[in-house]
């Protein structure tokens, strides 16, 4: 028999009410699975279907974040696990997503973990979760540690955002600054060309080069589109290349700025999650060995593939940092007086805060030196094509005279 959706409200042993959707069935089979986990059943109904979205899609990063949110919640209100599993099933808009999750109920009902069975059948959360739910399980911390992932992966998508956001403006004066070349070149300058005719001997050498330019693009505007779209592509293929991105990546690191942005990115997400791993009992091997996993390929990456195996020789954590790190003095003596104490996960979260307000710092200072630059560079090109057009005309016109 095909298990139904039932809509319920329920009363817990302390008087809390509660409400949800349990799958049986029929009624009277979940009003006993209620029972059963020491619920008073109050009212319960059919439950109305989840509305089928349009497109057969996976879930979203923002809706993962909200589903380890309502678990967390539902966990600790002492809803079952399976229970709450099904809740957030039903309501899904995303039919890729309530399917995996629905396979991996049926996974937990045959006895899987739920790590397990979120790895097994739940792409696409970062690994670290799967990892910390075999971690909370074990521990009986499923909704703390759920809660706390749900943070991390909110934390994650906000930088990534905020980085997105402060790329649009200048992003949009280089499409607008190119868009506005692309006019005058094939526009523009063609008309002047005909203006001048044919014979340009007088014409200064700059001037027969924008011309010559400007009329080839003007005659030869699909094989241009062509080119444009040859470029894109290439461009595509660099950046879905693991290789290729890798070294543009390691180039970026050296950048001034740029740098900046992207160690202050790599540091405070590698700090947070190694903070969120310890502060949930994971020991500092598996720790270090999750939070390496989550930083991208590049220079700090690399230093992190040696603390591992360090640890492992008896090095301490900062001096071992301290030697395949840039990691500022500050930042390991943080460390050091945490390994004393036994609050290293409380000195790797002061270190994430930290290195996140330099984050937000960094972003403003690039976007603020990007958005001059982009303006100049345009500037200087359109500059450089209307001299080359007045200095054609002035040559015509002093041959004339």
Same mark, same amino acid.
């Given at each position: ?27 009277? *089979? ?5 029972? @059963? ?9 059919? *439950? ?16 993962? !974040? +909200? ?7 539902? +966990?600790? *209100?002492?809803? @079952?696990?399976?229970? *709450? ?24 009902? $045959? ?76 526009? !523009? ?28 693009? =003007? &005659? ?26 890798? $070294?543009?990546?390691?180039? &970026?690191?050296?950048?001034? !700025? ?31 060995? +999750? ?41 390991? @003596? ?11 996960? &409380? ?6 805060? =930290? ?23 345009? @500037? ?22």
């Amino acid at each position: 028999m095909t298990d139904l959706a039932f809509q319920y409200q329920a009363a817990q042993r302390d008087g809390q009410i509660v409400k949800g959707v349990i799958s049986a069935g029929t009624e009277a *089979a979940a009003v006993r699975r209620l029972s @059963s986990d020491g619920l008073t059943v109050l009212k319960i109904a059919p *439950a109305v279907a989840a509305r089928a979205d349009g497109a057969n899609r996976n879930l979203k990063p923002a809706e993962r !974040v +909200l589903i380890l949110r309502q678990l967390g919640l539902m +966990l600790e *209100a002492g809803v @079952s696990l399976l229970e *709450a599993l099904d809740t957030v099933a039903q309501g899904m808009q995303a039919r890729k997503g309530r399917q995996q999750f629905q396979a991996a109920i049926a996974a937990l009902r $045959r006895g899987d973990s739920l790590g397990q069975a979120l790895e097994d059948n739940v792409p696409g959360f970062p690994d670290y979760l799967y990892a910390m739910a075999r971690v909370g399980e074990a521990s009986g911390r499923i909704a703390e540690v759920l809660k706390q992932a749900a943070e991390q992966m909110a934390y994650e998508d906000r930088l990534r955002k905020e980085f997105g956001n402060a790329m649009t403006y200048p992003a949009f004066l280089l499409s607008a600054g190119v868009a506005a070349i692309a006019f005058i070149f094939t526009q !523009v300058v063609p008309r002047f060309g005909a203006m001048i005719g044919d014979d340009r001997s007088n014409v200064p050498a700059m001037s027969r080069w924008v011309l010559a330019a400007g009329e080839f693009a =003007n &005659a030869n505007s699909a094989l241009v589109l062509i080119v444009l779209g040859v470029l894109a592509a290439a461009v595509a293929f660099i950046v879905t290349n693991p290789e290729i991105r890798a $070294r543009a990546y390691t180039v &970026a690191h050296g950048l001034p !700025v740029v740098g900046n942005v992207l160690q202050a990115r790599e540091v405070s997400s590698w700090a947070r999650l190694t903070a969120f791993a310890l502060n949930n009992g994971v020991p500092i091997l598996s720790a270090v060995g +999750l939070a390496r996993a989550a930083v991208p390929i590049g220079p700090f990456r690399q230093g992190l593939n040696r603390l591992e195996s360090d640890l492992k020789a008896g090095m301490t954590l900062d001096a071992s940092l301290a030697a395949h790190t840039k990691l500022e003095a500050m930042d390991l @003596s943080l460390l050091r007086a945490g390994q004393r104490s036994g609050a290293v996960g &409380a000195m790797f979260g002061f270190m994430a805060d =930290n290195y996140e307000n330099r984050l937000k710092d960094s972003m403003k200072r690039m976007t603020s030196l990007l958005e001059p630059i982009a303006i100049a560079v345009i @500037s200087l090109i359109v500059g450089f094509v209307a001299l080359s057009l007045v200095l054609a005309l002035s040559s015509v016109y002093e041959g004339v005279v």
